[in-house]
């Protein structure tokens, strides 16, 4: 019994280590699907730098972390034409 709970300790901090691994690149693949769609609202260099910003580990979560504190983006979106 001892051994099968040593084994389950051993599985869960090897299934730890690799999730906390993989983290930053999962965030990094979506700032990269959301690329098309930044450049959209927020014009070529503004959406690029935004998706940048999001794409680098921990300056990305620092950024979102902010935004969601102050309500709105801190590269705001590109002003519509239409009149």
């Known amino acids: 019994m001892?051994?099968?709970k040593q084994f389950k300790q051993?599985?869960?901090?090897?299934?730890?280590?690799k999730l906390t691994r993989a983290i930053p690149w999962v965030g990094a693949l979506i700032a990269l699907a959301t690329l098309g769609s930044a450049i959209r609202r927020k014009g070529l260099f503004g959406g690029s730098?935004?998706?940048a910003?999001?794409?680098t580990p921990v300056v990305g979560t620092l950024k979102n972390l902010a935004e969601v504190g102050r309500g709105r983006d801190f590269i705001?979106?590109?002003t519509s034409q239409q009149g």
């Open 49 to 51: 730098f935004d998706t």
């Open 10 to 17: 051993y599985a869960t901090r090897k299934a730890t280590r």
């Open 2 to 4: 001892a051994m099968s």
């Open 76 to 78: 705001r979106d590109r």
């Open 53 to 55: 910003l999001d794409f």
